[in-house]
């Protein structure tokens, strides 16, 4: 099993919801990742948890929060977002942060924000 | 990704060879990686260089010289799949950082 599953995969949402992105790997991998894509953009890093500790927080805005309940499980509880915060949500892992190793993504949550 | 250069656009035909060149600049370096993104899916994984030289995988190549902060990515014999965005990023310590990607457009 090489997949990083995300759900949901398309996501629309007010600014005064409260909703969470959920990430899932079976890979025994103990780096995972989010990132946040806008059109035509690579991805930027918001987030970095190893060994299911927070390591790299990106000056991400506090209305979103990630959470890595286990070491298969990483989510991203959004709230009071803003329209531009619209945009691909991309999970990944990486079998261990700070050795170079591959990451596999999951195939993101497309998320509007009205 | 400031600190990672690439292209943004090239184009090429069927058949061709096209080269994607990288240039970076970090303190913390653990390797170089490329991945290919077609449009609305995820990055997926083309190859890895720590080490001075030439990885071939492949009608895909990549190439990394550690003393200069260079990378390029070979495509050969190229075909109409290969239309995607190609992106150059750098392990550094925990992170995984992109460059702005190279949009590839491969015509017939």
């Known amino acids: 099993d090489t997949e990083v599953t995300q759900t949901p995969k398309h996501l629309v949402m007010g600014m005064t919801n409260k909703k969470s992105l959920k990430c899932e790997q079976h890979?025994?991998?103990?780096?995972m990742y989010w990132y946040k894509q806008k059109a035509k953009k690579p991805p930027e890093l918001m987030f970095v948890?190893?060994?299911?500790?927070?390591?790299i927080n990106e000056s991400v805005p506090s209305r979103f929060s990630p959470e890595c309940p286990n070491s298969s499980l990483l989510n991203l509880h959004l709230h009071a977002l803003q329209p531009e915060d619209s945009a691909l949500y991309l999970c990944?892992?990486?079998?261990?942060?700070?050795?170079?190793?591959?990451?596999?993504f999951g195939q993101g949550t497309r998320l509007t924000v009205v | 990704g400031q600190n990672i250069d690439q292209p943004t656009e090239m184009t090429a035909t069927e058949g061709a060879i096209v080269q994607i060149n990288c240039t970076y600049q970090?303190?913390?370096?653990?390797?170089l990686f490329w991945y290919q993104q077609h449009a609305g899916e995820a990055p997926t994984f083309l190859s890895y260089?720590?080490?001075?030289g030439l990885e071939e995988k492949g009608r895909f190549s990549s190439f990394l010289s550690r003393s200069k902060g260079y990378s390029y990515l070979l495509l050969k014999e190229l075909q109409m799949k290969d239309s995607a965005s190609y992106l150059c990023?750098?392990?550094?310590?925990?992170?995984?950082?992109f460059g702005k990607g190279t949009t590839l457009s491969v015509s017939s």
């Open positions: 890979m025994g991998h103990r780096a």
């Open positions: 260089n720590v080490l001075d």
């Open positions: 970090t303190s913390g370096f653990n390797g």
């Open positions: 990023g750098y392990q550094a310590g925990t992170a995984l950082i």
């Open positions: 948890y190893s060994y299911e500790k927070l390591s």
């Open positions: 990944a892992s990486s079998q261990e942060s700070g050795g170079a190793t591959e990451a596999f």
